[in-house]
């Protein structure tokens, strides 16, 4: 009981804080801030949508150019555009699947389409 | 902790302090997480929305390729239903229905949650015979050429052949002007009309003039009547009613846009069509009397139908269907890409009289057909071309034309004919031309114009 009345009456109090808060900051506040940052530099969204746009612009030129080969297309974003092409009477389903490219082209993202075609 | 005894200034801060960051940047988290959240979801919707959207277009390729291969246009008379499931989980529902001369699609394509509705208008990719720059269906006398008629393009034509004729008033060619070649059949003939389609709607539409209704039950209608002269606003005309009904002359000032349902205006009585009036999409105008649509009005892939005739004034242009007995473009009119105009009497006595007239300086882009079944004479069932008219697509008579005017694209004619006083001429061109090289590519024709059944999108509503 001496002690602690002694302990409460002693300036150490704020070590005592400071070590509690050195913990905490060790512990909890560098996780978030790293958690925060690795957060705001995410940018799985916007990769998103650089491969729908790659993708959605292939079809559009195989459906312009009537340009129904197989393909792959090694694009400056460093993925792997596939073009596969299967004909069903008058008709052409196209697939374009967008791989990172090195990854063993596993495909992270597959549209397809399907175009009439008489000729 | 002041109440602990420590003195002021002695007092620690590092914990609030520390203990505050925590709570702010646990609030930054929370908040760049939940942006993150939100991005990633909207980039998904995307992916989602293009997967649901090719699903819809793939699925009107697909039930157009299907109805083309079976050949059966029967099926989309009354309205036919298709369902197609993709390997991607994507889905697509079809409904096929007529539209007029044209078809119908419309496809809801789907992807998860995730939904897209396209409602295109289909027709033929035109049959070999199109190839021909003329088919001159008539064995039993000579393709005359006078003037400064000629034709780029192959020529069908009978034994007879063709040959220049001189004319007063016209200089006479000094060889046959054809720049292609001429082949001759023992029996040629105009491609084989399929009548079904344009048979089918005509008869429809008689039928919803008559009184004869056929509806669903929960079809919203309106019906005004009888008078004397209507004017009919955006007031009337709601976007939930599918059909009105007027006993009256009326005059139609109303802007009307329909991409999923129609709206049929069904008049007993003449109409007008003025300014402001706007119809765009699935909207069909149906009368017993003459239909005049004036200049300044804005018409987009709607049907305009008459008993009598249809007449588009000076300057007036239109993308639309116009069927009736007789139809008149007047100077300076046009009818856009993808038009249709068909003379028919289905459903009307015999002896009514056929005709499709182009004034100077009339365009029409897309389709000028004359269907006949009556015995009526040639003259009688008549497409007029004027100097200086134009027609970019096809021009197809069950009766005779009279080609003064320039053809891009093809004719198929039983015959040709004018009248210089004191004669009659038949088989006679005397200032028409027909260049076949100018047909753009990608030309579609009516369902049953056309000997294949290869359908295609005309059209995106």
Known sequence: MTILIHIKRDDGYTLLETVVAMALFVSVLLPLGVAVGNLMLDRTSDEFSLRLRLAEAEMSRTMVERDFTWASIKTSEGYLVNRQVERIGFLRNVRISVSKSGSGEKSILVISKTFLDYE | MFS???????EGFAL??????????????????GLQLILRRVALMEIGKVKAEYAAESGIAKSLAEVGAANDILRVLSGLNLHFDSEDESRSDVELQPWGVYIRARSEGGFHQFRTSLTALTACNPSSEFDNALIFANATHQLVFTGSAGILGNVLTGQPGATVGNLSNYNTPIQIPIKGTLRR????????FDTLLLASQVRSYQDL????????GDAHILSLGSGIDFLVDHRIITDSLDYLFIRGNVTIDAKIARSERPLFVVVNGDILLKEPFTASGLVAILGSGALTIQEEVKI??????????VELKE???????????SILLKSGSRAQYPSALISTIVGLPDSTRQSIFLSDGAQVEGFVGLYSTGLS????????????????GAIFSGGAVTLDGTVQGCVMTRDFYFYEPPTKYFGWLRSGTIDRTRLPSGYLVPYGFSTTKELDVLDWL
Do not use: C, F
Not at chain 2, 4 to 10: A, D, L, Y
Not at chain 2, 315 to 325: C, D, E, K, N
């Open chain 2, 16 to 33: 609030p302090s520390v203990l505050l960051m925590i709570t702010l940047l646990s609030l930054v988290a929370i908040s760049v997480l």
């Open chain 2, 209 to 216: 003039l008559s009184g004869k209704i056929k509806m669903g």
């Open chain 2, 377 to 392: 004479a040639q003259t009688d069932r008549l497409i007029t071309v004027r100097p200086g008219a134009n027609v970019t």
């Open chain 2, 315 to 325: 300057g007036a242009t239109v993308s639309a269907q116009l069927i009736a007995p």
């Open chain 2, 4 to 10: 602990r005894g420590i003195s002021p200034g002695q």
């Open chain 2, 300 to 309: 987009d892939e709607a049907i305009l139908y008459s008993w009598k005739s």
């Open chain 2, 185 to 192: 059949d023992q029996r040629p003939d105009l491609v084989p």
